[in-house]
């Protein structure tokens, strides 16, 4: 199968900043894309491509509708766009993952949550069926069926805790693709 990692954000425009360490969503998640890319060779029946937003399009919806175009083009078996979440409440704290709600994406939702649960420690916010509105662009957009993935706030002291050590960012990258493969191998 073929498993096609989106980062969030793209290099202009990089989304939530983690105050412990300063990186962005797009920073962090280039090297956890890395990561993931690293271990599939330990995951037999996966390849895995990152693919980035093109910063230099007209709007969020094109940079969206053109790089789910290339991972159509690709012939992705699924996509996982990775984000994390942030708010202005510190106390907000856990893990979710968002899915179009049509089955494929929905099993993959619950796999990838699970795993990041068990990966991560942190609390359950659960799969969020987004159709409308922030995020829903990222899962409609392509044929495969999709998720993105919130693991953490990086806002919060717990979230930045779970995810600041090398270690812990493999964790995660293994939780992706046990995930994936539970699903689709
Ligand atoms: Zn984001």
């Not at 990186?23 to 390849?47: F, K, Q, S, V």
């Not at 230099?56 to 509708?65: D, F, G, Q, Y």
């Not at 409609?140 to 693991?151: D, F, K, V």
């Amino acid at each position: 199968m073929k498993l096609a990692i989106v980062v969030g954000h793209n290099a202009r425009a990089q989304g939530a900043v983690r105050p412990d360490t300063g990186e962005t969503e797009w920073a962090w998640n280039t090297r956890l894309a890395g990561m993931i890319e690293d271990l599939a060779d330990e995951y037999p029946g996966i390849e895995v491509k990152t693919f980035f937003r093109n910063p230099a399009l007209r709007s969020t919806t094109a940079e969206i509708r053109d790089v789910y175009r290339r991972t159509d083009a690709w012939g992705a078996t699924a996509t996982n766009e990775l984000h994390f979440n942030s708010h202005h409440n510190p106390g907000a704290t856990g893990t979710e993952t968002l899915t179009s709600g049509s089955k494929l994406s929905l099993r993959y939702a619950e796999a990838l949550q699970d795993e990041m649960l068990e990966a991560l420690g942190l609390r359950d916010r659960g799969e969020k069926i987004v159709r409308t509105g922030r995020g829903s662009a990222s899962l409609i957009s392509g044929r495969a069926p999709a998720a993105l993935i919130e693991p953490f706030f990086g806002s919060s002291p717990n979230g930045q805790q779970a995810t600041d050590e090398p270690h812990e960012m493999r964790s995660l990258a293994r939780a992706i693709l046990r995930a994936t493969q539970q699903v689709f191998t």
